[in-house]
């Protein structure tokens, strides 16, 4: 299922196999909330650009088309034309991020859809029988997603709470992988750490949700507004008590700096909105930096976005001509944009995923952490 294949210091090179195929690591997922890449993006664009494995999001599904319809109709797969793994975040997030009023209990969350207002309940067994019902390759453990910051006490229970939730989602989920009609029989399940930016709860409970033998493990709630330092520190935290032979994923994460910060510090997953929403923006990513390509000197520049790169969009359009597209409101910029970013964060995970083989991570480390994240000059 995960194999670690070469390390180079805490950077790991791993193979993660799946019932949906395979994906080299570390990884980014592209991230298509309600089965889609915003942006006029297709399945057959993620195939082109590389993506490896596909996220989409339980709460928005549940809410619009709704998840018992994406099964009547085969699964998300089917669904959506997508032959690779896709994992389904639990919709925690959502739930806490969302909803204007909300009611926690032990049973789970009471709260008003953002949709048209009505009243949902979700709690652990609803996300792990939504996500069935999805046929995901991979379900994520139902949390509480607090806020940062946070007061002590209550990320304690918070995080007690959560445990007893994962608890109740493996239960589920071995329930309805056990049955005759289930989508998906070899649905996977990641847990979630949570505890702010406390690391002493950080790591009691990774300790504790260690011991439930999960099929991959992630760190939750960061990347919320604290800074990128309290992010690494609490990585460096907990990475320790994560079990060593499972994947590890990093929720919400980030910028290319972030990514190699991570990668460094012994993650193999991430995803993030970012690329594709800074795309909609005209603001895009390249090896030797950002541009706006808004900005009025690309008006009658000539060349790629990137000429080093190899997208659709830099094949065959001009900065100039892109300008132009975001400039006249037309579709196809955000289109090309959004290619360009998801091509550049792929082809960024590949070289990483090289550099480690050759056991030059480090070499590359220091080539590109203070570029990637910096203005482009030419």
């Given at each position: 299922m995960f194999k670690?294949?070469?390390?180079?210091?805490?950077?790991?090179?791993?193979?993660?196999?799946?019932?949906?195929?395979?994906?080299?690591?570390?990884?980014?997922?592209?991230?298509?909330t309600c089965a889609a890449i915003k942006g006029g993006v297709s399945t057959d664009d993620l195939r082109e650009i590389g993506c490896q494995i596909e996220l989409s999001n339980t709460y928005h599904l549940h809410v619009r088309p709704g998840d018992k319809l994406i099964r009547k109709l085969g699964?998300?797969?089917?669904?959506?034309?997508?032959?690779?793994?896709?994992?389904?975040?639990?919709?925690?997030?959502?739930?806490?991020?969302?909803?204007?009023l909300r009611k926690i209990k032990e049973e789970g969350v009471t709260f008003a859809?953002?949709?048209?207002?009505?009243?949902?309940?979700?709690?652990?067994?609803?996300?792990?029988q939504i996500q069935s019902n999805l046929g995901s390759t991979i379900a994520m453990a139902f949390d509480e997603c607090i806020e940062n910051p946070a007061e002590y006490e209550y990320t304690k229970?918070?995080?007690?709470?959560?445990?007893?939730?994962?608890?109740?989602?493996?239960?589920?989920?071995?329930?309805?992988?056990?049955?005759?009609?289930?989508?998906?029989?070899?649905?996977?399940?990641?847990?979630?750490?949570?505890?702010?930016?406390?690391e002493d709860l950080r790591i009691e409970h990774m300790k504790q949700i260690a011991t439930l033998d999960l099929d991959g493990y992630a760190i939750g709630g960061l990347a919320v507004g604290e800074a990128a330092e309290d992010m690494y520190r609490i990585i460096d935290a907990v990475e320790p008590h994560m079990p060593?032979?499972?994947?590890?994923?990093?929720?919400?994460?980030?910028?290319?700096?972030?990514?190699?910060e991570a990668v460094s510090r012994g993650?193999?997953?991430?995803?993030?909105?970012?690329?594709?929403?800074?795309?909609?923006?005209?603001?895009l990513f390249t090896w030797e930096g950002k541009i706006n390509i808004i900005n009025e000197k690309y008006s009658d520049d000539d060349r790629p976005v990137a000429p080093e790169c190899s997208c659709p969009c830099c094949k065959s359009y001009s900065r100039a001509y892109l300008r132009h597209l975001f400039k006249a409101h037309e579709e196809l910029g955000m289109r090309l944009a959004v290619l360009h970013n998801l091509y550049f964060y792929n082809e960024f995970m590949q070289g990483i995923r090289d550099?480690?083989?050759e056991g030059k991570f480090q070499e590359f480390y220091n080539?590109?952490?203070?570029?990637v994240d910096a203005r482009r000059e030419d």
């Open positions: 670690v294949l070469k390390t180079d210091g805490k950077a790991r090179r791993g193979h993660f196999e799946s019932v949906h195929g395979s994906a080299e690591t570390p990884v980014f997922m592209d991230v298509g699964g998300i797969h089917k669904f959506m034309n997508w032959d690779k793994p896709v994992l389904t975040d639990s919709g925690g997030f959502q739930v806490f991020s969302l909803a204007k859809s953002h949709i048209d207002g009505k009243k949902i309940f979700m709690g652990p067994e609803e996300s792990m229970k918070s995080c007690e709470r959560t445990y007893r939730w994962l608890v109740r989602c493996k239960d589920e989920m071995a329930r309805l992988n056990a049955l005759p009609d289930t989508v998906n029989p070899h649905q996977m399940l990641f847990g979630i750490n949570q505890g702010s930016t406390y060593a032979d499972k994947p590890r994923y990093l929720m919400g994460v980030g910028t290319p700096q972030n990514i190699l993650i193999d997953f991430f995803d993030c909105v970012m690329p594709s929403r800074n795309a909609r923006h005209g603001n550099a480690i083989d080539k590109y952490v203070d570029v």
